[in-house]
Structures are given as structure tokens and as C-alpha cells.
């Protein structure tokens, strides 16, 4: 059983800098682990050796109701084992593996060279996220 | 301590026989024989008694008695005894050691067992065994001074010979103690050592590199700091030169109108860079909120829904706890009645029915993951819409830039193509406005070594900051260095302060014993002789001429008398301090005997008269073992009449009958 006081270890490459401490699309490093672990899991990239020599505490995971409940689902699809829903440690530890994989696609996606990416996240988000209600697909059309 | 008998018991050539030892007026004890009739065993059989240790020289350290190893039958057990009555501070004390030996199956060999000590104090009743024989008799006569009371005397002469200061140096020693006292400065220095080099270690120059280090960085920030003013002055300067075009601009009669417009397209421009930062902004409160949702949305839903069926299938709904499931099944018995054995099928159909999870900690978990499933879709929705809105609103604003900046192209060309000057010798609206571009071309590369400096100026600062932790951790270290230090002081203090009351100590006693020997010395030797142990701790004879003395050639006789003189004054200082009844700070002091083998070595009659003289004065007991051929003559006439006993070893080589060798102590007075 983890405690809170355990630490993540994930891969800290250049899109974690692009996107939080240069252009601020994401307030933490957590937030944007959080994005780049859902990105990975549903884009089905799951890096199961990466860089980790980066880290942040658990609890920062936990104490996000929203992130718990996140990583408490991927985990559970990735293993279909009930018992990890009360297993924050490995659950992260998947997390963690999705997260590489969902920084990758980032650092296609996402280039210093354009700019500041901040639409391009939200195009991103837009262009990938479950299907609109009819009233706003015309717009997303437009704006696709 | 006092002896008093000695009882030997297949003890080497000694079947069942015991000495008495004389003691007060008459101390002297004087045993002879001839050589090979067991005087060495008899010192021997001290050792061996006392601290478990024998020495025969070249022949076999077998203690057991060789005709009775002989007579013995295969599997048959001998025993060796030694005993010693002593009194010993008012109390009389009896040792045993005694060892079996067995000989074999097939009578060839032998073999020795344990040794075993008892040592047993006389009391009204009488006798009680004393716990701890071994340490008892160590703290009565100690170890390191067993060889200043029981010795071989023809080595003895040692003492006096040439480079013997480290004997007398450590016999000295040994009768106060002192060895410990040494041993602790030996141990201090070590400490001292240790110290030293913790304090070198940590107060090594790291801590100086780390303020240098510190300080480049400090002059490096200084002088970037320095850099970056003098680029936010030119860019003030810059600037203002720019305003000042504009201003020049804005008043001439044909670029006025231009520049005019120029400055409001320029003025709309920054409220809708403005406005896209603000969006900006806004797009990122919203993305670092929710933009997981847009991925994580369906495993939500769909972890939602497997919980959910699993709930209406009844898959996970009872109330029984799984603790519940393991309590039945620990003992061993349902709650119908039927016995759980194990292994046995309704062992396994309890088991299986046991839930792999705390139900109420899954039922919790569900039903939270299916509310955040529900609000997620809502806020995603939200997402979508706010995001769908902003990037429209984005979209527009980003036109509006676009169109205000072809509006800025068009009217900086319009003004650069107004080359006539309002007035001679003045700058033209075209000149004015190509200087402007200048202007601000510059202003941009000020600007980005501004940037460039900032940055530069925040990664020295950075810098610093670990320079500086890094100096706090080496402070740190330097106070360790300090206690390090204060104790390496403190263990040289201490050892300089011991080994001074060490030297004192040893110096108080070669004094002392230098008294003795030179009393003892002149009363014996010749009278143009004096013994005397120098500063040096060399134990010296010389030969006074007039008023000068100088060393005379050693001659065995005189080195023997010196070395007994020696062994004499140590015991007297130990029987001094003993009855000085002070409190000792290393060494009570004590009454001791001295048994020597062979004092008399090859000496010349005369020498052996002086040696025989001066034996009774060397302590308060002495038992001397001699060979019948020293005996006879100056030693015989001068120790018969002052021994309190004597005994001859009457020795049979066993040849005459076809026995083995025994000797027998034959009392003579």
C-alpha cells in the first residue's frame, strides 16, 4: 500500500517545460502529467521504460478528487483487477507508463517553434475529446 | 602471600611428594640436587598451578608421570595434581590443578584432558571454595609479575647486561602498574591521531573554495547587474528617441495626418495583443482544469458502467465483510455447524465465497467514480463549449491584429515616401521615419539582451543560492571540525598530562630501586664497586678512581649480584607500598615470594659466596633450586646456617632396577 509520502517517478522531458513553466497552458507539472497519462491511455501508448528521474509527491495525485478518480479508472481498464482500485501506488506506477507514452505525442503535437501553444492545446483537446452534442458541432467544424 | 607447602602428585618425575616452605626469621627454603632431578619441574609446577603454563625447555611438555602412564592399563586414568597452601592477607588459601590423562584402547598413546582449578580459603569450618579461582589468583600474585618472583636465575643476569634498559624500563613498570598508564597514552595517541585527521578532513580548504566561488559569483552578478542598466538606459534612450520622431512626426504639416493614424492603428494593436494574452490566459485556466477530461472522459464512463453491472448483477452488493469470511474459516466451523477441515469442499465453498475486496471501502469507491464520471461528462460539455467560444473569440481577435498590421505597414510606407523636407536643412518625414525603424530595430535587439541578461543574471543568481547552501553544509562540517578539534586538544592534554605523572611515577621507582640496589649491592660486592640503575634505566656496575667513576667490565659474578639486587629492591618497594597503607592509585603493593632456579649459574666460588649472601635479603620468602655441585662448598656454609629449610632430591634414574625415574624431596632440616 502506498503512502502519501511517496514519490512518482515519470519522464520530465522538454513538453512538461513548454507547456507549463514557458507558456503556462498547464498550473503544475501534475496537472500536466494528469493530461499526458489520459492523452497515453487513449492513444493507447504505454511506454513501460522511460526517464525517471523526475518526481512529485503522490498526494498530489490523491488530494484531486478528479485525479484520483482518473487514475483509478485508467488503472483498473489497464488490469482489470478490482483490487487496484485500492491501490494508489501501482495505480500511479500505470499512470507513470501512460504518461511517457501521452508526452510523446505531446512533443509532436507541440513545438516551441510555433509559438505559444496554448490554442493549439485546446484545438487538441477539441479535435480528440468524445464526440460534441449536435448544437456545437457545427461550430467545432469551423473552428477544426 | 606466603607460601607454605607444594604437593606434586604424577607430576612429572614427582609420584607423591611435597615440599614446606619456610617463612619468617628463617625465610630461605633451599632445595638441591642433581642435575636432571627435577628443579626445573619444581618452578614449573608453580607456573603451571598458578597460570596454567609450563616450560621444559627442549624435553616433552607431558606433566604426567612417565612409570605411572607405563603401569597404567589401555582406557586407564591418571591424574596429575599439583597443590599450594599460601596465606595471603591474613588468609590461608589452598590451590589445586589437576588434569586426568588416558591412555588409549590399545595402550599406545596417552591423552590429556581438561585442567581443572579449585582454589579454596581456610575458614573456622573449613575449607571454602572460592568462585573464580583463576581471577582470584591473578588479582593475589598478577601475571605481569610472575617473572620478577619466579625465574630461572641463570637468565636473571640478563638484567644487568648490555642494552637491558628496556627490561629494567618494563620490570619497573610492571611492579607499580604503570604498564596500563602507558598503554593509555599509547591509546590516547591513537585517539589524538584519529581527531586530527577528522579535523583535517573537514576543515580542509573546501570551505575557503566555497567563498571564493561565492564571491566570483557575487563580481559576476555585479557586473552583469551593471550590463543590464546600461541596456535599459539605451533602451530608455532608444525610446525616448523614438518618441521623439513620433512627436517631430505628428507636428510636421505632411506627416502629421499619417503619423496620426499610424499611432492609433499602433495604440489598437497593443489592446488586441492585449486582448489575445488575456484569452490566452483564460484558454489555459480552462485546459489546466479540464482538458484531461477530453481523454479520460471514457475510461471514466466506461470503469463507471463495468462498477455499475457489476453492482445490478449483485457481483459485488452483500453486506458480509471479508474479515467476516476469516473469522469462520479460522475456526473451523460454519455458521450452520458444519465442520470447516481443511482441506475439504465446504473449506473451498466458504473460501470462494470470501469477497477479494473490503466491500465498503468498493462500494465507496464505485460510487464516487460513478458521480465523477457524471459531473465529468457535464464539465467536459462545459469544456467544450468554453473552449469552442474562446478559440471563435481567439480567431477574431487574431483578424483584427492581422488587419492592424497591414494598416501599420501601409501608412510606415506612405511616410516613407515623404522625402521632402518641411523646411531646409531639416529631415524629411521619409528620413525621420527611416531613422525610426532604426530606432526600433535597435530597440528589439535591446530588448532581447535585456531578455538575455535577465536570464543570465537568474541562472548566476541560482548559482549563488547553491553556492551558498553549499557553504552553509561546510559550516556545518567546519563545527564538526571544531569539535574534532577541541577533542584532539583534549586526547593531547590528557596523554601529556598522563604520560607526565607516568614518567614521574617511574621515575619515583627507578629511584627508589636505585637506593635498594646500591645498599644491597655495596654490602655484598667488592668495595671499589657500585651498582646503580642510571636515568636511562640501565643497571649499570662501576668502579670508583678517585673521584671519577667509570664502568667496569661486567664479570658474570657481578652482573648476577646487580640483577639479584634488582629483583630484591622490587620486591621491597612492593612490600613497602603494601605496608604503607595509602591508597594507591596504580599498584597496592604486596608481599611476594621469590622461587629461582639456579641463581648461582657458572659463577666462581667467591661470587657464588656473595650471590649465597645476598639471597636472604632479597625478600620475605625465597626458595632457591640448586645443582648439588653449587651447593656444596661457599653456598652450602652460607645458606645451611640460614635456611629454614632444606631438602635434597634424592633422584633413581630407575636403571638399577628396570623402573622408570622418580625423585623423591628428602627433608634435611
Known amino acids: 500500500m502506498a503512502n502519501t509520502r511517496d514519490r512518482i517517478r515519470y519522464d520530465c522531458n522538454d513538453v512538461y517545460d513548454l507547456l507549463t513553466d514557458k507558456y503556462s497552458v498547464f498550473n503544475s507539472y501534475v496537472d500536466c502529467f494528469m493530461f499526458f497519462a489520459a492523452v497515453g491511455y487513449a492513444n493507447d501508448l504505454k511506454c513501460e521504460e522511460y526517464g525517471d528521474d523526475h518526481k512529485f509527491l503522490l498526494k498530489y495525485i490523491t488530494q484531486s478528487d478528479r485525479f484520483a478518480q482518473v487514475a483509478k479508472a485508467i488503472a483498473y481498464q489497464d488490469t482489470n483487477n478490482l483490487d487496484i482500485l485500492d491501490d494508489p501506488g501501482e495505480q500511479l506506477y500505470i499512470l507513470g507508463q501512460y504518461a511517457a507514452g501521452g508526452a510523446k505525442l505531446a512533443s509532436n503535437e507541440f513545438s516551441e517553434h510555433s509559438g505559444d501553444p496554448t490554442a493549439a492545446v485546446a484545438r487538441f483537446v477539441l479535435r480528440h475529446g468524445p464526440d460534441p452534442d449536435d448544437e456545437v458541432e457545427s461550430d467545432l467544424q469551423d473552428i477544426l | ?669
Open chain 2, 1 to 669: 602471600m606466603e607460601l607454605e607447602t607444594l604437593s606434586l602428585t604424577n607430576f612429572r618425575q614427582f609420584v607423591d611428594t611435597d615440599i614446606s616452605f619456610a617463612a619468617g626469621q628463617d625465610n630461605v627454603t633451599a632445595i638441591h640436587g642433581q642435575n636432571g632431578s627435577g628443579k626445573t619441574t619444581l618452578l614449573n609446577a608453580f607456573s603451571w598451578i598458578l597460570y596454567e603454563e609450563v616450560d621444559f625447555d627442549a624435553q616433552s611438555n607431558y606433566l604426567v608421570n612417565e612409570g605411572k602412564i607405563a603401569e597404567a592399563k589401555p582406557d586407564d586414568q591418571i591424574p596429575v595434581q599439583v597443590e599450594l597452601t599460601f596465606q595471603h592477607d591474613g588468609t590461608r588459601y589452598r590451590a589445586m590443578r589437576e588434569v586426568a590423562y588416558t591412555k588409549d584402547g590399545r595402550g599406545l598413546d596417552v591423552e590429556m584432558g581438561e585442567s581443572t582449578l579449585t582454589l579454596e580459603k581456610q575458614i573456622d569450618s573449613g575449607w571454602l571454595s572460592q568462585p573464580s579461582p583463576k581471577k582470584r589468583i591473578k588479582q593475589i600474585i598478577p601475571d605481569r609479575l610472575r617473572s620478577l618472583f619466579f625465574f630461572d636465575g641463570e637468565d636473571i643476569e640478563e638484567l644487568a647486561g648490555v642494552n637491558n634498559q628496556q627490561q629494567i624500563r618494563e620490570a619497573i613498570q610492571n611492579i607499580m602498574g604503570l604498564i596500563i598508564m602507558e598503554r593509555s597514552i599509547s591509546h590516547l595517541d591513537s585517539v589524538a591521531d584519529d581527531f586530527e585527521k577528522e579535523y583535517r578532513t573537514h576543515a580542509s580548504q573546501e570551505i575557503e573554495e566555497f567563498f571564493e566561488e561565492k564571491d566570483k559569483l557575487k563580481r559576476h552578478i555585479d557586473q552583469k547587474e551593471t550590463q543590464l542598466e546600461n541596456k535599459k538606459d539605451m533602451r530608455d534612450d532608444v525610446k525616448r528617441r523614438i518618441q521623439e520622431i513620433s512627436d517631430i512626426l505628428q507636428e510636421l504639416d505632411e506627416s502629421k495626418d499619417l503619423e496620426n493614424d499610424l499611432q492609433n492603428a499602433r495604440d489598437r494593436m497593443d489592446t488586441a495583443e492585449k486582448q489575445l494574452d488575456d484569452l490566452n490566459d483564460d484558454l489555459a485556466s480552462l485546459l489546466t482544469k479540464d482538458a484531461t477530461l477530453a481523454f479520460a472522459l471514457p475510461v471514466l464512463q466506461e470503469t463507471a458502467n463495468d462498477l455499475e453491472e457489476f453492482r445490478q448483477n449483485d457481483l459485488l452488493e452483500t453486506d458480509v465483510s471479508p474479515e467476516f469470511f476469516d473469522r469462520i474459516l479460522d475456526r473451523r466451523e460454519c455458521i450452520c455447524g458444519r465442520s470447516l477441515d481443511e482441506p475439504s469442499i465446504y473449506y473451498e465453498r466458504v473460501q470462494d465465497l470470501k469477497p477479494e475486496v473490503a466491500v465498503s471501502d468498493l462500494s465507496e469507491t464505485m460510487i464516487r467514480l460513478i458521480h465523477a464520471a457524471e459531473h465529468a461528462a457535464d464539465d467536459y460539455r462545459d469544456l467544450q463549449g468554453s473552449l469552442i467560444t474562446h478559440l471563435e473569440r481567439r480567431q477574431e481577435i487574431t483578424t483584427k491584429i492581422e488587419d492592424r498590421e497591414a494598416e501599420i505597414e501601409r501608412l510606415e510606407t506612405e511616410l516613407s515616401e515623404l522625402d521632402v523636407a518641411d523646411q531646409p536643412g531639416k529631415k524629411s518625414p521619409a528620413e525621420l521615419t527611416a531613422e525610426r525603424e532604426q530606432a526600433e530595430q535597435q530597440l528589439e535587439a535591446v530588448n532581447q539582451d535585456i531578455g538575455r541578461l535577465e536570464s543570465r543574471l537568474g541562472d548566476i543568481r541560482d548559482d549563488l543560492q547553491e553556492v551558498e547552501r553549499e557553504v552553509e553544509t561546510a559550516q556545518e562540517e567546519q563545527e564538526q571540525a571544531q569539535v574534532a578539534k577541541r577533542r584532539w586538544l583534549a586526547a593531547e592534554q590528557t596523554k601529556a598530562a598522563i604520560r607526565d605523572q607516568f614518567e614521574k611515577m617511574q621515575d619515583l621507582v627507578r629511584k627508589l630501586a636505585n637506593d635498594r640496589v646500591q645498599e644491597m649491592f655495596s654490602s655484598i660486592a667488592r668495595k671499589d664497586l657500585e651498582a646503580s640503575i642510571t636515568d636511562e634505566f640501565e643497571l649499570r656496575i662501576e668502579s670508583d678512581v678517585g673521584e671519577h667513576s667509570t664502568e667496569v667490565n661486567k664479570s658474570s659474578g657481578e652482573t648476577q649480584i646487580a640483577s639479584l639486587a634488582f629483583i630484591g629492591s622490587l620486591v621491597a618497594i612492593a612490600r613497602e607500598r603494601y605496608e604503607q597503607e595509602t591508597e594507591a592509585q596504580y599498584f597496592s603493593g604486596g608481599i611476594y615470594p621469590i622461587v629461582m632456579d639456579s641463581p648461582f649459574g657458572a659463577l666462581d666460588k667467591e661470587h657464588r659466596r656473595q650471590v649465597a649472601k645476598i639471597i636472604p635479603e632479597l625478600g620475605n620468602q625465597v626458595a632457591v633450586f640448586v645443582t648439588d655441585s653449587q651447593w656444596e662448598g661457599p653456598v652450602q656454609e652460607e645458606m645451611e646456617p640460614i635456611a629454614g629449610a632444606q631438602y635434597t632430591l634424592e633422584f633413581d634414574d630407575g636403571a638399577a632396577t628396570d623402573d622408570y625415574p622418580e625423585t623423591t624431596i628428602v627433608k634435611e632440616t
